[in-house]
């Protein structure tokens, strides 16, 4: 398969992020068994991050991108070296097109620089500059010491229904790593695809 760089990457929010993309192989890994005929299954380079898809969902690009180096208030850092255990990663995908009609997102992780271990994850959220209006925030424990938090807002569009966004964000017990998955389409599209949304939203998981 050839390979795939991931550049140019789709923020869906008012803040401006960045990422240049390495080359990388784009690959999916379908699962067949338990259910998994109905899925396509994602899994990052280092083997942290997994996330499904639904069948029907194209998986548009998959491999490793650069990170942005954000500092929003000069305490967070998404730094990277090539020893580190996470690598950045990104998987983006789509029910159709990226005009809210359908739902569009990704999954990705970030490593975070060892100067920043003690920063929490809202503010990691407000690093990586995703936002729009009403932002809504709640947050969560996994039995396993994972830390997350679930996220909502709008995005004004000129002349046009506000995207509404969903996401899940991440973070291991030694904050050493940032994992998310995010998904947007306008209010009746939402609807109209929520057990869908929610389904690959519940999915993304965080293994050491």
């Not at 050839?2 to 784009?26: H, K, M």
């Not at 998987?91 to 009609?101: Q, R, T, V, Y």
């Not at 997102?105 to 936002?131: C, K, M, N, P, Y």
Request: glycine share 12%; hydrophobic share 35%; net charge negative.
């Amino acid at each position: 398969m050839p390979a795939s760089v991931l550049n140019s990457a789709v923020r869906i929010g008012t803040g401006n992020r960045i990422t240049v993309g390495l080359a990388a192989i784009a690959s999916v890994a379908s699962l067949a068994g338990c259910g998994g005929a109905d899925y396509k299954y994602l899994s990052s380079d280092d083997g942290h991050l997994y996330a499904k898809v639904p069948r029907s969902w194209i998986v548009e690009n998959e491999g490793q991108v650069a990170y942005s180096l954000l500092q929003t208030d000069g305490n967070v850092g998404l730094g990277f070296t090539a020893d580190d255990s996470t690598t950045p990663w990104r998987a983006d995908f789509s029910l159709g097109p990226h005009d809210g009609s359908k739902p569009f997102g990704w999954v990705e992780s970030q490593h975070v620089d060892a100067r920043s271990r003690d920063v929490s994850i809202d503010q990691i959220v407000t690093a990586l500059q995703l936002g729009g209006d009403k932002m809504e925030k709640e947050r969560f424990t996994r039995h396993d010491g994972v830390e997350g938090l679930r996220v909502g807002y709008w995005v004004p569009r000129d002349g046009k229904d506000p995207i509404k966004v969903e996401g899940v964000f991440l973070m291991d017990d030694r904050h050493a790593a940032v994992y998310f998955g995010v998904i947007g389409c306008v209010e009746k599209c939402v609807a109209r695809y929520r057990d869908q949304i929610e389904s690959v939203l519940s999915t993304v998981t965080v293994k050491p």
